[in-house]
């Protein structure tokens, strides 16, 4: 259906997915970095977990999905090259201010600035990238797309940690914010704004751009994505819960410095997890091209697999075993990641897809970002105050979290079996080498 696309052609696909892979690890740095630091900011403020919880999450998460719907509704009508571009300015300008902290409500007030400036990024990144490859190569184009999490993840911990013990947590927030701001003039002026719908045929070219209210009760009606969001609220729950609470963990309970801590975690999560992340965008291509339900099949596989190793990573009294089990777990924890891009893009037509991202991500963060951090940091807590676990609540806190992807298993295997009947593309359409 597609003519093979000339070698500039393909030099400009892989410079803007580049380039969006950047703008992508700033984002996760900044989120990052503050996993790191509630250890000092909790010394310097004397802040409670439950306080942290709603820092790391809550705060974040309720604008930065919320205000994701009406921005992608942008995305949808604009230039969202330079939207990104904007957008990662305006949120590596708050997180340079937040050295500037004096105490809780100011450290909210700049995560909020934070996430207004995220929440116009990922929809607009999904949806040029969907313009740039075709729908056979996708999974595979997200999942390296997305190996900018971990990527961020590493880098996060590991210049925080060493930052912090150099320079104070107040400095290093100003360093890193204004590295990202480095970076948005160049997305601005040099990424080029790809053809909308390109790789789509032409009666989903031809629909009519629908109103919000169209749009959401299109994606309702769509049984695939009901799974698919629920599924992925509940691994967003334990994912984040898991992310945001690992280094108070091994602070508290097996008692490693903070410089150790950031060092094992970048290692864990820039090798363990982009390797999960890319294995699951190529064998979703894999497995999904023979039958569609592959693609999530191979994500329900992966959580089952995950859960157990998860648990004992929080349970043995071992640090050795805990980081083994930990080396598993974040790998197979970011399988779902190129998979649940993809197959929400392949359920719609090109004019709601920044939408349908900002749906997907109203739902996953709402409820994953925003509770599973908090719920964690409440019930340790509580298991601190009324059970006197000075040190172990974490390990029965995280280990709760970490039984939601159960459920996000079953989910995806549901949303799997509707796939085939919904899906509005040809998953086998021609395009050339990621």
């Known amino acids: ?223 695939t994505i009901r799974y698919l969001f629920a599924a992925g609220a509940c691994h967003t729950f334990a994912w984040c819960a898991v992310n945001s609470w690992n280094a108070p963990f091994y602070v508290r309970v097996h008692h490693m410095s903070l410089t150790e801590v950031s060092l094992y975690l970048a290692a864990l999560n820039g090798v363990g997890s982009a390797l999960g992340m890319y294995l699951g965008g190529r064998l979703s291509d894999h497995f999904g091209k023979k039958d569609p339900r592959g693609h999530l099949n191979v994500v329900t596989l992966s959580m089952l697999i995950m859960v157990p190793f998860g648990l004992a990573q929080y349970l043995v009294p071992s640090v050795g075993l805990s980081i083994v089990f930990g080396a598993f777990t974040l790998t197979l924890m970011l399988v779902y990641y190129g998979p649940i891009i993809a197959v929400s893009q392949f359920l719609v037509p090109p004019n709601i897809r920044a939408f349908t991202t900002a749906m997907l991500l109203l739902v996953v963060n709402l409820f994953g970002l925003g509770l599973g951090p908090l719920t964690t940091g409440i019930l340790s807590d509580f298991l601190t105050q009324h059970y006197g676990m000075a040190s172990d609540s974490l390990r029965y806190a995280i280990s709760f979290s970490v039984l939601f992807s159960l459920l996000a298993a079953f989910l995806f295997w549901r949303a799997s079996v509707h796939l085939p009947h919904e899906m509005v593309i040809d998953n086998d359409h021609a395009g050339d080498k990621v």
């Open 1 to 223: 259906m597609h003519s093979v696309q000339s070698k500039a052609e393909l030099n400009a696909r892989r410079y803007t997915l580049i380039l969006l892979f950047f703008v992508s690890v700033f984002s996760y740095i900044d989120r990052t970095i503050l996993s790191i630091l509630q250890v000092p900011i909790k010394a310097d403020l004397g802040l409670s977990d439950a306080q942290l919880g709603a820092l790391t999450g809550l705060s974040f998460a309720l604008f930065y999905a919320t205000l994701a719907l009406p921005i992608a509704r942008l995305a949808d009508r604009t230039i969202r090259s330079r939207m990104v571009a904007v957008s990662l300015g305006i949120w590596s300008g708050m997180t340079a201010l937040t050295g500037l902290a004096t105490n809780y409500f100011s450290l909210i007030f700049f995560r909020i600035g934070v996430a207004v400036g995220e929440a116009g990024s990922i929809p607009a990144s999904h949806s040029i990238i969907a313009d740039v490859y075709p729908p056979s190569k996708r999974s595979a184009a997200f999942a390296l797309w997305g190996i900018s999490l971990p990527v961020g993840l590493m880098l996060g911990y590991a210049l925080a940690g060493t930052l912090e013990q150099m320079l104070g947590w107040r400095m290093t927030f100003a360093i890193i914010g204004g590295a990202g701001l480095l970076l948005a003039p160049l997305v601005y002026f040099t990424m080029r704004e790809p053809l909308r719908g390109r790789y789509d045929p032409a009666p989903l070219k031809e629909v009519p751009m629908p109103s919000m209210m169209e749009a959401i009760h299109h994606l309702w009606r769509l049984r």
